[in-house]
């Protein structure tokens, strides 16, 4: 447990705000948006098979 109250979730302008200082060049958010720097193989059927092909 980690003892909180309440759960909120920020936007993801939100996020940029937040997180600016820290990474002012910018930093991935793919994980949130779908929108990957990287093409992502999506017949993979796990990461073993993403491994085996790079």
């Known amino acids: ?4 109250d309440s759960l909120n979730y920020l936007s993801l ?3 940029y705000a937040a997180m600016a200082p ?7 958010v793919a994980c949130f948006n779908g929108n990957y720097p990287i093409p ?3 017949d993979a059927a796990d ?8």
């Open 47 to 54: 990461v073993g098979d993403i491994k085996a092909k790079l």
């Open 40 to 42: 992502v193989q999506e």
């Open 13 to 15: 302008d939100g996020l």
């Open 22 to 28: 820290l990474a002012p060049e910018g930093f991935c």
């Open 1 to 4: 447990m980690i003892g909180a």
